[in-house]
């Protein structure tokens, strides 16, 4: 079965610095990879996804993510934070060929520090 | 933007109370699911629907929970009796006019606290 672990419940980071939240995967089949986006009281807003080709994706806000097989895998990031991406983080992956549905990771909390 | 959308924003019960939690998906999406994220932790996956009939669930699924769509639109939720645990942010998704594409587009989700 598919797995997702996102190391690092919290990060917390200063306007203007690097942001890199970390996922890694667990797939028996190449997988499809999804970071979700959860600002307060809201609810998941799709970040960026891969699913075949170019292994650096590019999504909304400045992020981005590359999928890495040999190490399993899609880290985000964002070269300079703002104190709008403050909000909670998922990573996803849906194994293909196997159950419609995504699984996700347990999240990450992104605080910005002015 | 199509968009999916769920009722109510916020529920209160009382624990052994029925409740339904309501959702209307993005129209010609054919994938629907529940997910419910209780506080501070992941997001869990709790069902999945597609063609009428219930096509994947969790063990969190149990025979308190079923789902419905009673018409072309809506996507319903039902939970027979509440348990205290069951407090959690529960979220709608849709998928895919065609093949399961793996992105999902989740709801703003319906709040449930029992009491």
């Known amino acids: 079965a598919q797995s997702v672990t996102q190391l690092g419940s919290h990060v917390s980071v200063s306007e203007g610095a690097l942001v890199l939240l970390r996922c890694n995967y667990s797939s028996s089949v190449p997988p499809y990879l999804f970071w979700y986006v959860q600002y307060p009281n809201q609810g998941l807003q799709l970040l960026l996804k891969y699913t075949t080709g170019a292994t650096l994706v590019k999504g909304i806000n400045g992020f981005e993510a590359e999928f890495k097989k040999s190490e399993t895998s899609f880290h985000l990031t964002k070269p300079s934070a703002h104190m709008s991406d403050a909000a909670e983080y998922f990573c996803a992956v849906y194994r293909t060929g196997g159950a419609q549905k995504l699984v996700f990771g347990q999240g990450t909390r992104l605080t910005i520090n002015p | 933007e199509p968009e999916v959308t769920q009722t109510p924003s916020h529920q209160v019960t009382q624990m052994g109370q029925e409740v339904i939690l309501r959702c209307v998906p993005i129209?010609?999406?054919?994938?629907f699911y529940w997910y419910r994220q209780i506080l501070g932790q992941k997001v869990e996956f709790l069902v999945s629907?597609?063609?009428?009939?219930?096509?994947?669930k969790s063990e969190i699924f149990d025979d308190q929970f079923s789902v419905e769509r009673p018409d072309g639109s809506n996507f319903t939720l039902k939970i027979r009796s509440t348990k205290l645990e069951d407090s959690a942010m529960y979220f709608c998704a849709s998928n895919g006019k065609g093949q399961f594409t793996g992105e999902l587009f989740f709801g703003e989700g319906s709040r449930l606290t029992v009491l």
């Open positions: 129209s010609n999406h054919l994938y």
């Open positions: 629907f597609y063609n009428n009939e219930i096509s994947e």
